[in-house]
């Protein structure tokens, strides 16, 4: 059973910056897209950030430019570098594993990132 741990969120200044780690296991990380949601109060779960076990990517436009993801196969670990916060950037970050032939799913329990001064 694939298990997926996210860590690093918290609080920060606008214009700070914070990196989120999600630790795989239970099952080979590069048979997985993974990837980083979003899910703001009363709004709907959304994706930040996605890499290819080959390291393809691709952002949401709100966050080109500020965010980068990116994933250590050795460590099977995924990370996303968060740069210049915004307050719009206040949400539950989840990680994504989605694997590549099933298509079925994993989520991590999210952690929450809030950026206030």
């Known amino acids: 059973q694939v298990q997926l741990v996210e860590s690093g969120g918290g609080l920060v200044q606008p214009g700070g910056s914070l990196r989120l780690s999600c630790a795989f296991s239970?099952?080979?990380?590069?048979?997985?897209?993974m990837g980083w949601y979003c899910q703001a109060p009363g709004k709907q779960r959304e994706l930040v950030a996605a890499?290819?076990?080959?390291?393809?990517?691709n952002y949401a436009d709100s966050v080109k430019g500020r965010f980068t993801i990116s994933r250590d196969n050795a460590k099977n670990t995924v990370y996303l570098q968060m740069n210049s916060l915004k307050p719009e950037d206040t949400a539950v970050y989840y990680c994504?594993?989605?694997?590549?032939?099933?298509?079925?799913?994993?989520w991590g329990q999210g952690t929450q990132v809030t950026v206030s001064s």
């Open positions: 994504n594993a989605l694997h590549i032939l099933s298509h079925w799913e994993y």
């Open positions: 239970g099952s080979i990380l590069s048979l997985y897209t």
């Open positions: 890499i290819t076990y080959g390291g393809s990517t």
